[in-house]
């Protein structure tokens, strides 16, 4: 366990997030209670926050490690260079707030997630990390999960009631690269991966713009095809119930890449309006497993929440929440706070998991620490 458990707060934690919309990495230096995880509100503040974009070069590879296109030399490689892009990243942060962390929570690039098969991988090398800002780093956070037989993921559902509070219900969409939901109804938690975020919209964008992303879902103006989307609606991970988790491996370049002729059948504006309605009507359908009340305040996190066509196709699918932006940190920042919080909890001994969310045969103590 960590030396510095019993040591007074508060701890000055870095939580390093690169999520599977692959866009690079966002680090969060955060000061946490590490007396208050029994009462619920270890988060004390946010002290700074800095996003480090994926050279195009280095974001390619990672999409091609996901699509299961990348040699066993170049995956080798890779995880060298993003550890080197992890590590830049965090030494950026802490250069421009004259600050070191004590410790840091690496959550690393997932290149493959294969729950069925007890199986993910997060890439970045955390010993690069550890020498370059002689602090120790906690890692590999999913896998215990996995060996207990739980998903891997969600695993930010417990630290978002960190966050949040349970005084009242709630419901709080991540629009990544996947979209993931929890709900909070006031005694217990729910949350599982729901379908694609932004992943498809993106991949899209590259294709048919020659752009990263569509800023603003400015080009996602057109008609939805809605006999494409019930068909979409029919894909084995809508069939399972929660616990479940998903990833580029279902909803990634291989499905575009499969539906790129049905797509290409109609105007580039109906093709990602007809992108943006999925990733609403998956999260619509994969909602209404709860009986969720008129009015739940709905908070939207990720990149979704500045694409204008998937927020409007959201208040449409489901007219029952009151959606929201969460402004509570910057864009981009919430996750890897999420994250600082996990590792936070990992050093103190608490669990990071909840088994009725991922199904793992018992909460446990996340991640292999790494000293500098």
């Known amino acids: 366990m960590m030396p510095f458990r019993d ?14 919309s692959a866009d690079g990495v966002d680090a969060a230096l955060i000061e946490v209670d590490p007396g208050a995880f ?4 270890p988060f004390r503040a946010l002290v700074g926050h800095h996003h480090s974009a994926y050279p195009p070069e280095l974001r390619d590879e990672v999409i091609a490690a ?23 990243a965090a030494a950026a942060l802490a250069g421009r707030l004259g600050l070191t962390p004590q410790l840091i929570s690496l959550h690393g690039q997932t290149v493959q997630h294969r729950p069925g098969q007890g199986a993910s991988l997060q890439l970045a090398d955390p010993y690069v990390l550890a020498e370059r800002l002689r602090a120790p780093v906690i890692w590999d956070l999913r896998r ?10 969600p695993l930010v559902p417990l630290t978002e009631l960190w966050l949040r509070g349970g005084r009242t219900p709630w419901l709080a969409l ?35 713009l020659g752009i990263a992303f569509d800023p603003g879902g400015a080009y996602a103006s057109g008609q939805v095809d809605e ?23 279902a909803f990634g370049a291989g499905w575009l890449d499969a539906e790129a002729d049905a797509l290409e059948a109609h105007p580039l504006e109906d093709r990602l309006a007809t992108l943006a ?32 066509r998937l927020r ?34 990992s050093a103190k001994g608490v669990a990071g998991n909840l088994p009725e969310v991922t199904g793992a045969a018992r909460a446990a103590v996340l991640g292999s620490f790494v000293f500098p």
């Open 7 to 20: 040591l007074p707060g508060p701890w000055r934690v870095m939580g390093l997030m690169s999520g599977t």
């Open 38 to 41: 029994d009462g619920g509100q």
């Open 66 to 88: 996901a699509s299961d296109r990348l040699s066993p030399s170049r995956l080798c490689i890779l995880q060298r260079r993003l550890g080197d892009h992890h590590a830049e």
């Open 144 to 153: 215990r999960d996995l060996a207990l037989g739980g998903q891997g993921a």
């Open 174 to 208: 991540n629009l990544g690269g996947i979209a993931n939901a929890t709900v909070w109804d006031g005694s217990r938690l729910h949350a599982w991966d729901l379908g694609p975020g932004m992943s498809l919209l993106d991949l899209a964008a590259r294709r048919w």
């Open 227 to 249: 006999t494409l989307l019930e068909r979409w609606c029919r894909h084995s991970h809508f069939e399972l119930g929660p616990p479940k988790s998903t990833g580029r491996e």
């Open 277 to 308: 309605a999925f990733t609403a009507e998956a999260a619509a359908r994969e909602l209404a497993r709860l009986q969720l009340p008129e009015g739940l305040p709905g908070l939207i996190s990720g990149g979704g929440a500045n694409h204008r």
């Open 312 to 345: 409007e196709e959201l208040t449409h699918r489901l007219p029952a929440i009151r959606w929201a932006e969460d402004a509570q940190f910057p864009p981009g920042a919430r996750e890897a706070v999420s994250w600082a919080l996990l590792g936070a909890a």
